[in-house]
């Protein structure tokens, strides 16, 4: 029998340092409940790295003269816009560090770079994902954090949080069997990440226009779509991932066969589609089965359900808070812990990989 010691510190402070909205989280010393939750909105516009840094030393300071927060540990995910993801095909006795210089050039000399073998076993070539951010900009990040006395226990991208989420629920040797394809939805970026279970096997990051909210609006008056058959569609979209059943969630109807226009940005539904053709030119033997949306834009369900339509795979919500207590969470919002939280999704993976790293 395996004996897990108890905590002797309080869990880090999730940190999600996002290009629209900073997130901050905390579980507490049991790691089964949410001590504390803030959000911090970001003017709107293009991402400026200057601008951000700002912002984010401001929520930091705050956060550090707040009690509800403790302890002295972060954990860190970057935003979006400074992370290159990109796959490398090696040829036989190629080098990985001179291929990662001569290819991606673009993140400055010396880049941070985390290599993820995803080799084919029936390829001769070497696959390997690459998540590159440049050095001196995270650099920058850690030295405003450092400001405030805090101790950074890990820093990531993104994309390697989004899986971590919902770790969880991917546990079945069987769940490695399907790829699923999660996205999330924030301002004009688009965070794109495939998992086979919960093995992160291709990441891409696409700027787009955003969602359409006002036209989200009149489409709420519209009657609701007619579900299609199963041999037509993939049964129930966008069904909420991981609710407990006594909250309730409302399931959304399946997305018609019919082609309907649902304001979803047709560049982006172009990108998704080359994502997903170009993951299955590397894993044809692993097929896409699932599409989980996450991010502000998950809340948007018409252009999620023309997003799935389009990429013809059924989708859902995903809200990885729903895994822990949040009755009693220090949170500014509303009945926080009764709402969807598909926002809070990479700060939830990173809450979730101090838990496996404590197991």
Request: hydrophobic share 40%; proline share 6%.
């Amino acid at each position: 029998m395996r004996l897990r010691m108890r905590r002797s510190q309080c869990p880090p402070i999730a940190v999600d340092l996002g290009a629209r909205e900073l997130r901050f989280l905390q579980l507490d010393q049991a790691g089964t409940s949410i001590s504390a939750a803030a959000a911090h909105p970001l003017p709107q516009g293009n991402f400026d790295i200057e601008t951000h840094l700002a912002a984010a030393s401001d929520a930091v300071a705050a956060m550090a003269s707040n009690p509800m927060w403790f302890g002295r540990r972060l954990v860190v995910a970057l935003p979006a816009p400074i992370v290159t993801m990109t796959h490398l095909k090696l040829e036989q006795g190629e080098d990985l560090d001179t291929a990662v210089q001569t290819r991606l050039q673009d993140v400055g000399q010396d880049p941070l770079v985390r290599t993820i073998d995803v080799s084919c076993p029936t390829k001769r070539t070497r696959g390997v994902l690459c998540i590159a951010m440049p050095r001196e900009v995270v650099l920058r990040y850690v030295a405003m954090l450092h400001q405030y006395r805090y101790d950074i226990t890990g820093v990531f991208a993104p994309a390697s949080t989004l899986l971590r989420a919902f770790r969880h629920v991917n546990r079945r040797d069987g769940d490695a069997d399907t790829a699923t394809m999660y996205l999330d939805l924030a301002g004009t970026e688009c965070t794109v990440a495939i998992g086979h279970g919960s093995q992160l096997v291709a990441a891409r990051c696409i700027t787009t226009s955003p969602l359409n909210s006002s036209a989200e609006k009149k489409m709420a008056a519209q009657p609701a779509p007619t579900p299609v058959a199963a041999e037509c569609f993939n049964s129930d979209i966008m069904t909420t991932i991981n609710r407990r059943v006594d909250q309730g969630s409302t399931s959304l109807p399946s997305v018609p066969h019919a082609t309907t226009t649902h304001n979803a940005p047709r560049e982006l539904c172009d990108e998704l589609r080359m994502c997903v053709r170009h993951y299955q030119g590397l894993f044809h033997e692993v097929p896409v089965k699932r599409l989980v949306f996450t991010g502000d834009g998950a809340m948007a369900d018409g252009p999620c359900r023309e997003i799935a339509r389009n990429l013809g795979l059924s989708a859902q919500i995903g809200d990885p808070l729903a895994r822990w207590d949040a009755s009693t969470t220090n949170v500014a919002a509303t009945d926080w812990n009764l709402q969807l939280r598909p926002q809070w999704t990479i700060a939830a993976g990173l809450a979730a990989h101090d838990q496996e790293a404590d197991a």
